[in-house]
């Protein structure tokens, strides 16, 4: 017994030493970072030699968001197709570049790990690569206080995860002119910026109506990185002046204040896709 504990030590160091050693680092949530290019030709174009990725959630996506083309070009998945040739956890991916014809094909395993490289052929991206983020001011959003301390809250799954699973009201507050009001104030106000009229994306944005019907302390609630945070900005400074008449929740036969969720499907940068609780 006493012979294997230094054995068992050992082993137990070395897991440490391993595992650190191949820890991914990433430039944000959704980029791996890369630092060398692979000199061998063959370093994820062949089945036998792919790009290891590792176990890590959605590494595989991160890593090919890493990567440039040499020449600038904007790169899209044109296909991609897991379990190659009855391989678990060995994707091949099909990459297409603006402007061009030519497309490459990646391999990538996401069930071994060894310090990924970008292939021969390719560019990776730097954090100067990274969109910065433009947010719209905090002290710009419209505030109110609420009438008390008990909040509720409408049903919906996101909205629940960003405020707390609060009690839902008897009846959820309203705009005063109903949901024709709402659209018709969103159709009106399109987002400016060309590049959200070539994408489609969505966008959920929570607020407090208070039990006087006030609307306030607007929140972005749905997820996003880069450009897609930037368009959600520039619909949270949209949403920051509908209108702000109210109907309030009921609780108990009384107005109640009350967390709701606008949501919407932005298509060609028009925000009349959209919806309350």
Known sequence: MKASKPLFLFIFLSLIITTKSFCQDYLDERTLKLSEISDDNTYGY?????????????????????????????MHVANMKFDVKGKTGLEMVVLSFEGSQETKTLYISTTELDHPKAPAGFAFKSLADIPKVILFPDDSIVKVTTCSTNI?????????????????????????????????????????????????FRVSISFLVTCEGKAGNFKIITKGHGDLATYANEVLAITNKMPKTWQPAIKDGKTVDCYQVVSFTVVEGKLDKCSIR
């Open 46 to 74: 062949k089945v036998n030699n792919p790009v290891k990725v590792g176990r890590n959630k959605n590494v595989d996506g991160a890593y090919l968001n890493a990567l440039k083309s040499t020449t600038g070009a904007q």
């Open 152 to 200: 509720y809250c409408v049903s919906d799954l996101m909205l629940k995860e960003a405020v707390g699973n609060l009690p839902a009201p008897d009846k959820n507050p309203d705009l005063a002119g109903g949901k024709d009001e709402l659209t018709k104030f969103f159709a009106a106000n399109p987002l400016t910026n060309e590049k959200t009229k070539q994408i489609v």
